[in-house]
């Protein structure tokens, strides 16, 4: 459903202070329904495009790294700008730094990307309409059953860091 040829991608956040730029397509894209995301989006669902954060150039000021809770209990870091608030990004325990989670509302053309998958739909707002033909789950899922096989390399590369990230204190 993303459109390859459109990137290199631009975004950041209202006051333009944070910006990045995302060098190539994401490996996957998730429109998640879980309460902790309409939580904190204050919206029906957050939509975030899981990419290497080796992949997003920085281009303006540094985020402000906000340690918040969330539904696995190992917590997420935000990426707010220090000035409007905005959050750009986060990172999960399970990936650690190396994947981030770009808000897709921060893009300056969001409409390149559209989600390969519905996750935690159980708890999806009754009036939202979730569209025939894109993969849809009642909470998460096994990856290696919706990812395309690209998109697992690319993971799978990286999981030597997230491994050493996560052993890094025992």
Request: glycine share 6%.
């Amino acid at each position: 459903m993303t459109n390859a040829s459109a990137f290199p991608l631009e975004g950041g956040c209202d006051c333009r202070k944070v910006r990045y730029r995302m060098e190539t397509a994401p490996m996957y894209v998730h429109c998640c329904h879980c309460r902790w995301c309409q939580r904190e989006s204050g919206a029906s669902f957050a939509f975030n495009a899981l990419i290497e954060a080796e992949r997003v150039t920085d281009l303006g000021v540094p985020p402000e790294l906000v340690h918040t809770p969330s539904l696995s209990g190992s917590g997420q870091v935000i990426a707010r700008c220090p000035h409007c608030r905005v959050a750009v990004w986060s990172n999960y325990a399970g990936s650690g730094p190396f994947i981030k989670f770009i808000r897709i509302g921060t893009l300056d053309e969001p409409d390149h990307l559209a989600p390969d998958m519905h996750i935690f739909t159980a708890s999806k707002q009754p009036w939202v309409i979730l569209p025939p033909g894109t993969p849809a789950v009642p909470e998460f899922y096994d990856r290696n059953a919706y990812w395309p096989p690209e998109s697992l390399a690319r993971r799978n590369a990286l999981l030597p860091q997230i491994e050493a990230w996560k052993n890094r204190g025992a």
